[in-house]
């Protein structure tokens, strides 16, 4: 066997040595970044707070909404009513006299 022989089985064995460690290092940096994204991912889901929510009508100061983690089902309102009737009620259309 000459050397015309043997060039094409090395350089066909060093193909498949440099493709397996090519693939080898992708996949080192894919699963290496696939973790930092993870980690970011579990540190804003469990250490940064949750956003606060308020709620305005341009006329009042803001008010801070606390969250709930299910609709609210009771009776009672979660802001206090907004009007605030300062002034006397009117008469009623049964006291008007003619």
């Known amino acids: ?9 090395k ?4 193909f498949y040595v440099r493709t397996y460690r090519t693939t080898g ?3 080192v940096i ?3 970044i ?3 994204l ?3 991912i579990m540190y804003n889901y469990m250490i940064i707070k ?3 929510f308020y709620a305005t009508n341009s006329q009042h100061h803001p008010i801070l909404l606390h969250s709930m983690d299910h609709p609210n089902y009771s009776s009672q309102a979660l802001l206090e009513n907004d009007v605030h009737t300062d002034r006397k009620p009117t008469q009623s259309l049964s006291t008007v006299s003619y």
């Open 1 to 9: 066997m000459g050397r015309n022989v043997w060039d094409p089985i």
């Open 11 to 14: 350089l066909s064995k060093n």
């Open 25 to 27: 290092n992708l996949l």
């Open 30 to 32: 894919s699963f290496s």
């Open 34 to 36: 696939m973790l930092c």
């Open 38 to 40: 993870i980690g970011l």
């Open 50 to 52: 949750p956003i606060d």
